[in-house]
């Protein structure tokens, strides 16, 4: 792919109305089992949501691809270590989206070492960290651990 014909990838603050695209997206049974994550409940899908905005060790972003909500990318602490995770809707899958907006993540959000875990079945998931610097740090049985040390 050429850059001429990369998607027009960026990354903003997650407003409201983003919410109901992530619901959307989260809903999509085949992502959901891609990424491990069970499908939430509206209810519990904004709970959670309302979680990660109040976390003031979080930073929280919109993947946007030509004006349209593709995603999200976020970073938190957890078990005193902070993470990465990303989410991008199906129709965004194979086209460079979110490795341009992990990388584009990553020039803001320089506090290391980062960690991410992937289902062990979600390779490109694991690529996109790979193409973003992150090295294979452990394995589960069901997941990979990566981290981002530099």
């Known amino acids: 792919m050429s850059v001429a014909d990369e998607p027009r990838v960026t990354l903003r603050d997650v407003v409201a109305d983003d919410i109901p695209w992530f619901f959307e997206q989260q809903s999509d049974v085949e992502a959901s089992e891609m990424v491990g994550f069970p499908v939430r409940t509206w209810d519990a899908f904004t709970a959670h949501w309302a979680r990660i905005l109040d976390d003031e060790t979080g930073v929280v972003r919109t993947i946007v691809v030509d004006s349209q909500v593709a995603g999200n990318v976020v970073s938190f602490v957890q078990s005193r270590e902070r ?43 694991r690529r996109v960290l790979e193409k973003c610097g992150f090295t294979l740090a452990g394995e589960e049985p069901d997941e990979y651990r990566l981290e981002l040390l530099e």
């Open 83 to 125: 993470k990465v995770g990303y989410w991008l809707g199906r129709e965004f899958w194979g086209k460079g989206v979110a490795t341009l907006a992990l990388s584009a993540f990553l020039t803001d959000e320089q506090r290391r070492p980062l960690y991410a875990h992937v289902a062990r079945h979600n390779l490109a998931s």
